[in-house]
């Protein structure tokens, strides 16, 4: 997990640490945009099987909204069109927030990865195409105003603490809540403060990645957390060695530690506590997903 910066892309950081860690196998938990920065969870080798398990994750950021003007993109990366009319206070800013908490539709941005026929709406936005695209459903779970500045009255600046569901688009939040009070706002700088569980206080500055490589690929070993963590939801099963064999090769398994209580998905562990697999209950029985160990490695020694 890093502490990405403001300006390079999720890509550009996948890029790096894919040069630094010497392997293709690099993916990240979740996009942020260029000006934006904080928690990127980053995951390597066999840790890429189990992006998908975070995708989904609740988000939380703190974004500054800057009112009296709106944006081409929502943010301050787009052409900023000044609004004429008086700018909201701060009373009706926080009960403008207070009103947009709960399940809301939201229209993404014209200028978003959002593919449209085939194509991305930023790239037909940037031709001069008309882009309209499809509201969606997301949860805004707290909007708590942080801090108001107010000393440019036409133009005063609040920073908002965001809980969020993936998916959420907090440029649209600024636009949307700009609109709501009558008037324009946009975003005007973005901060990710956690994914899921992964928490900025944990976040690993692109400085130090760097220094950990500098002598090899393998420095980057003290820096990388389990591949499980995390997936504290997924209930955790000891298996013995034969059960763990058996996981190995893909097979279904009645482990002899029982099923715990109904979940989507159960972590298999060696009898050393190592994790072997991520399954999944059919009945009595535990069906292999994504297996982490190989047969070879698995066997028990002869007796």
Request: hydrophobic share 40%; glycine share 10%.
């Amino acid at each position: 997990m890093v502490d990405k910066p403001a300006g390079p892309t999720s890509h550009d950081i996948v890029a790096l640490i894919r040069r630094l860690a010497a392997t293709k196998r690099v993916g990240h938990g979740g996009t942020l945009d260029p000006f934006a920065g904080g928690v990127l969870p980053i995951f390597l080798g066999h840790a890429t099987r189990v992006v998908e398990y975070h995708l989904g994750d609740t988000k939380r950021y703190r974004a500054t909204i800057c009112f009296g003007g709106s944006s081409t993109t929502d943010d301050l990366e787009g052409e900023i069109t000044p609004y004429g009319g008086a700018a909201p206070s701060r009373e009706a800013v926080e009960a403008g927030l207070a009103a947009m908490v709960g399940v809301v539709s939201q229209r993404p941005p014209a200028y978003s990865a959002i593919k449209v026929g085939g194509r991305r709406a930023y790239a037909m936005a940037r031709a001069g195409e008309t882009v309209v695209l499809a509201e969606r459903e997301v949860t805004l779970h707290v909007l708590d105003l942080v801090t108001w500045d107010g000393t440019d009255p036409d133009r005063p600046i609040a920073i908002v603490d965001v809980t969020c569901s993936a998916g959420t688009y907090v440029r649209a939040i600024a636009r949307d809540l700009g609109e709501t009070l009558g008037g324009a706002a946009y975003l005007g700088a973005l901060s990710r403060l956690a994914s899921g569980p992964f928490q900025s206080a944990d976040a690993i500055r692109l400085d130090d990645v760097r220094a950990a490589a500098a002598d090899g690929p393998e420095g980057l070993k003290a820096l990388l957390r389990p591949i499980d963590d995390g997936l504290d939801a997924f209930p955790s099963i000891e298996l013995t060695e034969t059960e763990l064999a058996a996981v190995a090769r893909g097979q279904y398994v009645r482990p002899v530690a029982g099923i715990p209580s109904p979940a989507e998905h159960y972590r298999l562990r060696s009898p050393d506590g190592m994790l072997a697999a991520i399954a999944t209950a059919d009945g009595t029985r535990l069906a292999p997903d994504k297996v982490f160990v190989s047969p070879a490695a698995s066997a028990a020694p002869a007796g």
